[in-house]
């Protein structure tokens, strides 16, 4: 009880202290005698500078210090290592960033957040709350959301004549080939139509799961545990995207994560990306050559049907933290409304709240988010809650497979049987 009335009474504080003073700069590390915190950073994108700002606010209210450990931008190099910290029992981090994927695998290296936080779940989307939870445990507390969405060059569109964006993969085929074309005649030899992510990372099994879900072929293992991932329209849709290598997307796709991938469109070198709203503040800035050029719509389907692949991190309290009451304090900072609304409006990051979607001050400084809000609560999740703590095994299965096909090295009708096979293998051992 006590410790709840202590955290309230910092957060107004906080909240108050972020209205008025959001561009101080606040400074210092610990006060003396008090704890200094260490934060898993946040590499890709705007997200270092706006949570460096938070972290120093937090600082200044509390006196309690933090730093920031540094990550890798790849999600699946980022749990390896979050497994080596983990798995070594260490205390030298106390709150980790998860990714909306993983806790199920992370649940028993993590603090119950129920007790701290119960009061505080309705304010964000229900799904997420339920996704971080692992038994009665909650694992983590939503930090911001995520989806895939398409990124258009609105001034190309309309050079080339086409008045909307791609509705199908057919239309986005058509229209990259054509605006390629064009831009590589008028002397731009460097022009692709589409830029997506391929390597052989989690980011290719988000790209997987929309190419499936927007053909009608499942979401390779089903909520109910059966693998569906051998089927011909599976094939086809991986099949189609293997087509874009080197047609419409540069040779080096095979390679590219996120920012690879935003490098190239940020630059004016392609027509279409496929990437998350993170993108979005950074292709806004005076350095980007796409500055008000570009728009963002949702991914194209195999008939119409649209679909993003559910993302998003999640803040956790390390169980072997030697500062545990300190570290949630900073979770209950970094998750108000207040601390979303920054990351929002510095960031373009999906607020885990539902009622910051009606925010005229975000949806001014980014009017696709209203938006997001449908897209999001309709959006694919990955088989995560199916697969528990097997699923970056799973998804490794995927990336490691699709990745093959998209470089050429097998086809797509014996990568899904491979995949099929070895899915298989790995629900058995779990049943
Ligand atoms: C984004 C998503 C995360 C996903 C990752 C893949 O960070 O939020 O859920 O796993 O991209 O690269």
Redesign the pocket.
């Known amino acids: 009880m006590k410790k709840n009335t202590g955290a309230i009474g910092v957060m107004a504080a906080l909240a108050m202290a972020l209205l008025v003073a959001c561009s101080q700069e606040a400074g210092g590390g610990a006060a003396d005698g008090k704890a200094v915190l260490r934060l898993t950073d946040d590499p890709?994108g705007g997200a270092h500078a706006v949570n460096e700002r938070l972290a120093r606010m937090f600082t200044e209210h509390t006196g309690i210090g933090v730093e920031f450990v540094p990550a890798p931008s790849?999600?699946t190099d980022r749990l390896a290592l979050y497994l080596q910290f983990l798995g070594a029992r260490s205390s030298d981090v106390d709150v980790y960033q998860i990714?909306?994927?993983w806790p199920g695998i992370l649940a028993e290296h993590m603090v119950d957040l129920r007790p701290s936080f119960q009061d505080d779940l309705t304010g964000h989307f229900a799904p997420i709350v339920e996704n971080n939870t692992v038994g009665d445990k909650l694992v983590a507390v939503p930090w911001f959301a995520?989806a895939g969405i398409l990124y258009c060059r609105t001034d190309l569109l309309e050079k080339y004549g086409f008045d909307a964006p791609p509705e199908t993969w057919d239309d986005l085929e058509r229209m990259a080939r054509t605006i390629q074309e064009g831009e590589r005649a008028a002397g731009n030899k460097d022009f692709w139509g589409y830029v997506w992510?391929g390597s052989a990372?989690?980011?290719l099994t988000?790209n997987v799961v929309e190419w499936l879900a927007s053909s009608g072929a499942g979401s390779i293992v089903e909520p109910d545990g059966t693998v569906s991932i051998d089927s011909p329209e599976a094939a086809h849709a991986i099949a189609r995207a293997a087509g874009w290598v080197n047609t419409i997307s540069p040779p080096g796709v095979t390679t590219y994560?996120?920012e690879e991938a935003r490098h190239v469109f940020h630059t004016g070198q392609a027509a279409f990306m496929r990437n998350?709203p993170y993108a979005y503040t950074l292709m806004q800035a005076e350095d980007s050559a796409v500055r008000d050029k570009f728009d963002v719509c949702v991914l194209p389907g195999e008939k119409g049907e649209h679909a993003a692949a559910l993302?998003?991190?999640q803040l956790a309290v390390s169980a072997y933290s030697a500062h545990r009451e300190e570290a949630i304090e900073l979770v209950k900072f970094l998750s108000s409304p207040e601390a979303q609304k920054a990351r929002a409006l510095d960031a373009s990051l999906l607020p885990s709240r539902t009622r910051l979607y009606d925010d005229p001050e975000i949806a001014a400084a980014i009017p696709f988010f209203p938006a997001m809000k449908e897209v999001f609560t309709n959006a694919a999740p990955r088989p995560s809650t199916v697969t528990g703590e097997d699923y970056n095994q799973v998804s490794t299965i995927v990336f490691q497979n699709v990745n093959r096909v998209l470089s050429g090295q097998t086809d797509a009708k014996t990568a899904v049987s491979k995949i099929g096979t070895e899915l298989e293998k790995v629900m058995e051992r779990s049943r």
């Open positions: 890709t790849s999600a990714d909306v994927i995520d992510q990372y989690e980011g988000c994560k996120e998350w993302g998003g991190w």
